[in-house]
């Protein structure tokens, strides 16, 4: 089970910080790869980042890398996203998922999603 929080508010402006935080019970979150999505309104739902088992290597795709960071707390069994510098075109659902690694296209290998948490980004 994979659950995602947000840490703080929701609401931020341009430019603002955010940290989402995926947490489980009952699964090894360190033994497993941890995926973040998000979907804006009327676009398709769309990878964002991965963090790999074992050794922990992460991925970004292109419009968040250098502003978001995904790291992995394993005595806490939780997985977090710290998203900077957040942009209006940022704003959408996001959701956590678990699979077996972060291989392209990760959607189709996740065996488990959360609900989602909005991020909404407004001045």
């Known amino acids: 089970r994979c659950s995602c929080r947000r840490l703080g508010g929701g609401l931020v402006q341009p430019g603002g910080s955010l940290r989402l935080s995926c947490a489980a019970s009952g699964i090894r979150l360190d033994y497993n790869a941890i995926a973040w999505f998000r979907q804006a309104p009327g676009k398709e739902r769309e990878e964002v980042s991965c963090?790999?088992?074992?050794?922990?290597?992460?991925t970004y795709v292109d419009p968040v890398q250098g502003r978001f960071t995904i790291s992995r707390d394993n005595a806490a069994n939780a997985v977090y996203l710290r998203m900077n510098n957040l942009k209006p075109v940022d704003a959408a659902v996001y959701y956590c998922?678990?699979?077996?690694?972060?291989?392209?296209?990760?959607?189709?290998?996740?065996?488990?999603w959360g609900k989602g948490t909005q991020v909404t980004v407004s001045s």
């Open positions: 998922a678990i699979g077996a690694n972060c291989i392209r296209p990760i959607e189709y290998g996740m065996e488990y």
């Open positions: 963090i790999s088992p074992g050794n922990g290597r992460t």
